[in-house]
């Protein structure tokens, strides 16, 4: 069992950045943030795999440009450096991770991660 904890998320104005943190307790291969706004679904927001593993970063496309996903495999914690936030980037942010190695592709559905965080609430005044 894999336990992930989050942290970095808070209140910022339009255009402004947020850095958040994961770290997870053991060893994962990809690691991914989603986020579900109010009266929304959880949707994907990036991922990425263990360095070495074959796949690559993958971002969904409202967020291409904006935001940086990368990972210290040493430390098994995620980042996601967020920039030009927009107010519709308001969301709860969670962390996942996936245990399963998948080669070139990188997992980007929910059913595919088994292990999330608890989120972490990103707020975006217009």
């Known amino acids: 069992q894999v336990q992930l904890v989050e942290s970095g998320g808070g209140l910022v104005q339009a255009g402004g950045s947020l850095r958040l943190s994961c770290a997870a307790s053991?060893?994962?291969?990809?690691m991914g943030w989603f986020r579900q706004a109010p009266g929304k679904e959880r949707e994907f927001v990036a991922a990425i795999p263990r360095s070495g593993s074959g796949g690559s970063p993958y971002y969904t496309d409202s967020v291409k440009g904006r935001f940086t996903v990368s990972r210290d495999n040493a430390k098994n914690t995620v980042y996601l450096q967020m920039n030009s936030l927009k107010y519709e980037d308001t969301a709860v942010y969670y962390c996942?991770?996936?245990?399963?190695?998948?080669?070139?592709?990188?997992?980007?559905?929910?059913?595919?991660?088994?292990?999330w965080g608890q989120g972490t609430q990103v707020s975006v005044s217009s």
């Open positions: 053991g060893r994962t291969f990809t």
């Open positions: 996942a991770a996936d245990p399963n190695y998948r080669g070139f592709y990188t997992p980007r559905y929910r059913y595919e991660y088994a292990y």
